[in-house]
């Protein structure tokens, strides 16, 4: 990557659009473009097919955005070597332009990509960017699509979940969709705006810098899970762990599980540290362990699972002093989004 890039004095965000096929990401990302807070912003649309229809449909919307297409696959696999050099792209040909520095990228993926290979793919460019997931989800059929592993892969490994299609939904869609997505992931934040242009506009709002906030709290929540191929545990600790111990127990629950592990995020009081280590990751990609200074009196992980049976999570070595519920529920203040995935990857890629 050309060195001049590091000149840039803030991070770019990179929005990880995904969502499963007609959910709404086209729509949502076109009627942001239209809004005055979608200045300095580049987007990427990945096309499986020659056709770049996404692109074209974007293209009329806003036409003075940087736009790039990604095509020839799907960008969570055969695309992924591409994307860094189009990122690099975009910056560079930004700065020989003696424009500002672009405030976001917005990268659409395919309906069928998973958001874990993606950030993966942008190990590189982590000290350029901060990268964050937004997942579409159709309130009307999005039910019956996470049977599908892409699908809740997507839900599962989003930082923020967007409700689209409300205008064609039966009364009391939203609220379903709700309680069903907060227990799937109960890590991400909400956005259910009714209006086309506040939906949009929150769903690709900055997120705030901080993981945990004060009011930050967890429910245990001994209800049925609301999908029969989706588990959430809440690993709740009774002590603090060694250091050791809790990375040998997340090699082995990576290893347990595969590709079937769709996220993990907690605090863990560890044994030596004033603060709690921040553990979080979507699919197999664990961001570094770092403490985080927050006052807290728990010490949980939240594991989100496709498959699995998570009394299973007992046998992982070493043993690790947790109680564990079959579901779990997250709720913070209105707003609150946790510090992503990959901004973190930038104090790993130094």
Request: glycine share 8%; aromatic share 4%.
């Amino acid at each position: 990557m050309n060195p001049e890039i590091s000149s840039s004095p803030m991070p770019i965000e990179l929005v990880v659009l995904t969502g499963f096929l007609g959910s709404g990401k086209t729509t949502l990302l076109a009627t942001y473009l239209r809004q005055s807070q979608a200045a300095d912003t580049a987007v990427i649309v990945n096309e499986i097919g020659e056709i770049d229809l996404d692109g074209a449909v974007l293209s009329s919307t806003a036409a003075k955005v940087p736009m790039a297409l990604l095509s020839n696959g799907c960008v969570c696999c055969a695309m992924s070597g591409d994307l860094p050099g189009t990122i690099a792209a975009l910056i560079e040909e930004r700065a020989a332009r003696g424009l500002p520095p672009l405030a976001r990228i917005v990268l659409e993926t395919t309906g069928l990509a998973r958001p874990g290979p993606v950030l993966r793919s942008l190990a590189p460019l982590a000290p350029y960017l901060r990268a964050y997931v937004v997942s579409t989800f159709d309130c009307e059929r999005g039910a019956a699509t996470l049977d599908l592993p892409e699908a809740a892969a997507q839900i599962a490994g989003a930082h923020r979940i967007v409700i689209t299609r409300q205008d064609v939904a039966d009364d009391g869609a939203v609220a379903l969709a709700r309680a069903m997505l907060a227990r799937i992931n109960p890590l991400a934040e909400l956005v259910a705006d009714a209006a086309p242009g506040p939906r949009a506009l929150a769903a690709l709002a900055s997120p705030p810098v901080r993981l945990f906030q004060q009011g930050f709290s967890l429910e245990d929540d001994e209800a049925q899970a609301p999908h029969g191929d989706i588990r959430t545990a809440l690993c709740r600790f009774t002590a603090a762990v060694t250091s050791d111990d809790l990375a040998e127990w997340l090699d082995n629950l990576a290893g347990l599980c595969g590709e079937r592990l769709l996220r993990v995020k907690g605090l863990v009081s560890v044994q030596g540290e004033r603060w709690p280590l921040l553990v979080q990751c979507v699919g197999t990609l664990f961001s570094p362990v770092v403490p985080l200074a927050v006052d807290t009196p728990d010490s949980f992980l939240v594991v989100i699972a496709r498959g699995l049976h998570l009394d299973a999570l007992r046998d992982v070595q070493p043993p690790l002093p947790f109680t564990l519920r079959a579901t779990a529920r997250a709720q913070s203040k209105p707003g609150v989004l946790g510090r992503p995935l990959a901004s973190v990857l930038e104090e790993a890629c130094t």
